[in-house]
Structures are given as C-alpha cells and as structure tokens.
C-alpha cells in the first residue's frame, strides 16, 4: 500500500521533529480528515518535519506478546523509529484506542509512564520524545490517559499547535529551561498539563475559514482490490451542530456551530481540482446539510463532474430538492439517523423529528434513484423502556415494507455510551454489571425479530462483545486519574475482559462502584 502526497523533508534543516501518530490502522488513517488537516498544517512550516504513524493489524496485548519487532514501527516518510522524534501527537477519536496508544510507545521501547519517561532521563540522559494528544475523546475528558500524556490539547488545536511548536522549539534551542518550558506552556489558554493540574478552557476558532483547508491531501495509491482506498478530497464544510441532542459531543463539544464561507469552499474544490486527479469529494462536518449553501456546494461538486460523498444528513434536510441534487451526483447511499423508532424516546433525546416525516422522507427516497439507506439507531438510551424496542423493530418492519430492494436498508444498531460534559454525562445505568444482560437481551431480540427481513441488511455481531467494549468505552469517557491508572494495568494484563476483572481484583476498585459514583454526580473533568 502506498500512500500519496506524502512530505519528505532533510531532517538536517528542520528545527522539530513531529511524529504524527493515528493509533488505529492505515486505512482508518486516510478516512480521518483531521490526520490530512495536521499533517499539512504542520509541514506548512519549514522547520517542522510531521511524519506519519499508524498501526499494524492483529495487536497482541501487551506489546511483548507481540512479535513484531521493534524496529518495524517507522514513519512513513524518511523510516524513522518513534524514539528518535521530539515530538509525538497522537490524534484520539475513539476510547478504544488509547490501548493500541500504550502499544505503540511499549513496542517502541518509550515509557507509557509519564513520571518514567522523566526520572530516566534524569538518570540516563536520555531524552524520550514530549507526548501531545487531542481530537474529540481528550477535549471531552482527557483523564483517562493523565499518567501518559505531558499535554493535552482541548478544543480547536490549529491555534494553540503553533504556539506549541514556536514554545518547543526555544525549549530545544535551550533558550528555555525545562521549568521554564513548563510555564510558557501552562499559560497557554487550551493546554492542560496533568503534572501540575492547571485549570484551562476549551479553545476555538471564531471563524472556521481561520482553518486552512489541506489542498495536497494524503491519498492512497488504490489497487484494483483495494476499493476501500478511494482517491479522494476531504472538504470540512462546518464544525459542531446547531442542534444539541443530549447524548451528542459533535454538539457539546464543538460549540459554538460554524460554517466555513462558501466562497472559501468553491475556491479549495477549485484549486483541488486543478492540483490533483481525485474521483469523490467527501463533505465533512457533523451536519452538512446545515450549511446555509448545502445545495450549491453539492452542485458546485456536480458541476465539476466529481462523486459527493455526504456523511449523515438530518432527516428534515431530505427536501425534494437535496434528493433531485444527490441524485444528479449519482449518490446511492444516503445516511440517516433517527436514533429510536419511538417518537417520544426521539424527542427527549433533543431529536424533535416525528415518525410521520421519518417515513415520509423514507418513503420519498425509495422513489428516487438512491438505492441505498444507512439507517442509525442507539440503544441503552436513559429512559429506554423494552416497549421503545419494541417500537424500533416494528418501525424497521413498517421500512422493511416499503419497497426497497434487497439488504438496501442497512441497519446499524449501538449502544448509548455517556460522554463526560455533555447532559446525560451521568447516566450510567445499563453499564453496571448487573444490567448489562438487560441490553444483550435487547440486541438478541432485535436481531431475532430482523433476521428475515429481505430488504434489510443488520449489522449487530456478537451483543456480549459490543457490551463488554461499550462497557470500557464507558469507564474512559467518564475516567478520572484513577481510572488511568487502572488502564494502564488493563493493558498489561491483555486488555480483554478477563484482565479488566483481575485488575479490579488487584487494584481493589469496582467499575460498578465507579459507574455508581458518577451516577451519583461525580464529575471526574469539567469543560471550561
Ligand atoms: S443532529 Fe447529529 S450531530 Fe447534531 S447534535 Fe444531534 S446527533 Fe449530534
């Protein structure tokens, strides 16, 4: 697999070196828009030097029982092994990852400790690179991996990763003391450091046109066989939500919603276009069809004969109009997600869409020539009842009717995790020990009740796996240090189910006692 645009910089005329880690695999790593935004936001100064990281498929946990050898993790560009960087970021988009993040520093012989990494370089001189970590799982909470990460990036990080650098690179000139090192970056608005516990707020950009859109993306050299591999553009068009569904961090999160100029975005599609051979046009953002300019953009792309590749789109959004447009760009698949198949449930989630509208977009769309509908649904929902399920699979039958072809309906069912600062941050219910079974049972019955629907296409495997992994998914999101030690553990123990319930024997702490604790209110990490 080869990867296109890469920078190759000579690492004798830069000033840092960035490694740019994505702890997941390759694959994973070109669909993240965020990797191809850093990457060139970066590599836009001459004396920085960011060079690439993902992970090898089949991990073995801990890293020792892994037979990969040490000198096979590399950069991408010029083959460099992870120690020799001054700096590793690590991009975190899912909770399950921070594993595959001890992983990677283990195998690479850097201590996951923070507190190591220092007392040995005290003691061997030995300088390891200064960890970084940011994206949607830190700004949420990043305490679940405290004793790990010297800095955090909470929020937008384009600002505040330039200051870093110029910081870094005094500190390395040794025109800054390490204490002094420390104090530039703590008076950086944005950047939380666990080893003193400063209190920071979340950073944005006022503007998202503030954000340069990366022309030169990263791109895989597809093979036939390789279809996952599209050549293709990223083009963020908004960042957050201007609803604000409870359960929802795009929303929280990203707060407040902004919309990146239209002029801004014709003139990147242009100059994309003019630089590089691609087929699709990905439209990023956590709603795109709130874009003031949603039509034009799709016809801008239509206009200039590329695919339009659209994430999820509010269900209200499907006007006649937006379908007569997908269906000009030749769209088959369109994503939708009504969360519940209850009205009511919908409702108090912050989802203010009735069943009526859902089926009569569904309807309008199985007329149109977009063969395909990704449908999401979320279940463990606080308030959830058996009689909501029930709703859900009679609302899928009902779809199930309506006339689409065969497995067109693709129906993707996961379980509600509570995300820390967002409002159902506490409810933690269905993940005590003892109603965990409650959800199997309720995706047993769901694809019981699905399975010989023609028209439809379950994606639910294995309910006791999905649970124990939204189980943990759930401790790191609402993780205080404790918890980071505990992971820590997790990991050398194997990180499966078996070792989370050794550790909790060895460190004397109940998750359901956690889970419990913040049920009652405790708030481990707060959003400034
Ligand atoms: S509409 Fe979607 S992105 Fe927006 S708050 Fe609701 S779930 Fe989140």
Known sequence: MLVNNLIIKNWKKIAVSFALLYPNQLELMLSSYTIRLLYEFLNADSEVACELFYLPKGLRYPAS????????????????LPVDFDVI????HSEEDIKNIFWFLDKSSIPIERSQRHSFSKESGKIFPFIIAGGPVITSNPLALSNCVDAFFIGDSEPNLIRFIEVFKAFKLKQLTPQQFFEELRHIEGIYLPEINNITKRVYLSELDQSKI???????????????FENNFFIEVNRGCPFSCNFCISSYHNRPFRNRSYEAIVDAINEACFHSEFQKISLIGSCVSSHPNFPEICKCIIAKKKQISIPSIRIEHVTDEVIAILEKGDVKTITLAPETGSEELRYTLGKKITNDLFFEIMTKIEHSKIRNVKLYFLIGLPEESEGDIEELISIV???????????????NVNPFVPKLNTPYEFETNFYQQANIPILIKRFELIQKELK??????????????????????????????????????????????????????????????????????YKAWKIN
Request: glycine share 4%; proline share 2%.
């Open 452 to 521: 010989n629907v023609s028209s439809i296409k379950l994606k639910i495997k294995n309910p006791k796996e999905i649970m124990r992994k939204a189980r943990i998914q759930a401790l790191i999101s609402l993780a205080d240090s404790s918890i980071s030690e505990f992971l820590l553990k997790y990991y050398y123990n194997g990180a499966n189910f078996n070792s989370l319930k050794k550790v909790e024997e060895l460190e004397d702490l109940s998750i359901d006692e956690y889970l419990e604790k913040v049920k009652q209110g």
């Open 397 to 411: 039958h009902e779809l199930g009717q309506l006339g689409f072809d065969k497995k067109a309906l693709r129906i």
């Open 65 to 80: 029982r892994d037979l990969l050898n040490r000198n096979d993790i590399r950069s991408l560009e010029n083959h460099i």
């Open 89 to 92: 970021g690590i991009s975190l």
């Open 214 to 228: 990366p022309i030169k993306q990263l791109n895989a050299i597809a093979t036939q066989r390789q279809k996952a």
